[in-house]
């Protein structure tokens, strides 16, 4: 039998070749309002069936669980997680941070995660207890200890409007603590950097399974942390996440609780 990390990365860059043919040059009619802030595109369409179909090649009785399609998977011991153009708004406008991402839970458990940035020909991937790695070389987040040396990615809410005063809080103390904060638009793309050390650190509200599952398992193997914003592991639920080093990660735990006063959103 095929390995699933094999159709995973093979996935992403058959989906990753329909995606780079197409930036910045799509078409006013093939993009459509989900709702506010938030878009899709043909491309993403098309990138999702591509995904799926070479999946569903190998393991037709997989499970899967989609961005862009209907939500009413059935349990199964093996479901696919999976985002085909992450990123969709830089995309639509040519800003190169997009990215796909890939995961595969066994048993509610993530054991294959891939990221593939098609613009940068990266591909981030790992399988549970075999490291982390980035087009063949293993990776690992980085060594920052100190908070003021740290670079953070971010996210902002903004289809979620109701965190937003929490959030502008959280983002004024955080510039007062850290080195810089960026924000790229693309989780997936912000999870992979934390993997390989780009950046020490990562928070954000309100996010998709299909938009972390790939990336905390990277994080994971690349030695890194991950929690929701209560210290638990109910991130792929609540959406809300932290991630980093093992020291970062503490500091943004603590500074997270010291701002909100606890967690009550």
């Not at 043909?42 to 037709?60: A, G, Q």
Request: charged letters at 25%; proline letters at 3%; aromatic letters at 12%.
């Amino acid at each position: 039998m095929i390995d699933p990390l094999t159709v995973a990365i093979e996935s992403a860059h058959l989906s990753g070749n329909l995606i780079k043919e197409k930036i910045g040059n799509i078409l006013k009619e093939e993009v459509n309002q989900k709702s506010f802030s938030d878009f899709v595109t043909k491309v993403d369409l098309e990138s999702e069936k591509t995904i799926i179909t070479n999946i569903k090649k190998y393991f037709p009785n997989h499970q899967i669980m989609a961005e862009e399609s209907a939500k009413d998977y059935k349990k199964s011991k093996y479901l696919w997680i999976i985002d085909p153009l992450d990123g969709t708004t830089n995309f639509i406008h040519g800003f190169p941070f997009i990215a796909i991402s890939i995961a595969l839970m066994y048993k509610g458990e993530l054991i294959i995660g891939v990221i593939y940035d098609p613009l940068r020909n990266e591909t981030f991937y790992t399988e549970k207890g075999s490291g982390a790695f980035l087009n063949g070389k293993k990776i690992k987040v980085s060594g920052t200890k100190e908070p003021n040396s740290s670079l953070i990615a971010t996210g902002f809410p903004f289809r979620n409007k109701q965190y937003i005063e929490n959030y502008v809080k959280i983002f004024q103390q955080m510039l007062y603590s850290v080195n810089d904060l960026r924000r790229a638009g693309a989780a997936a793309i912000d999870l992979a950097y934390v993997a390989c050390g780009r950046v020490d650190g990562f928070f954000e509200y309100a996010l998709s399974p299909w938009d972390i599952a790939a990336g905390t398992i990277l994080i994971k193997e690349a030695g890194g942390v991950v929690s929701d914003f209560e210290g638990k592991d109910n991130y792929l639920l609540t959406g809300n996440i932290l991630a980093g080093n093992p020291l970062i990660h503490k500091f943004l735990s603590d500074k997270l609780r010291e701002i909100l006063g606890g967690f009550d959103g």
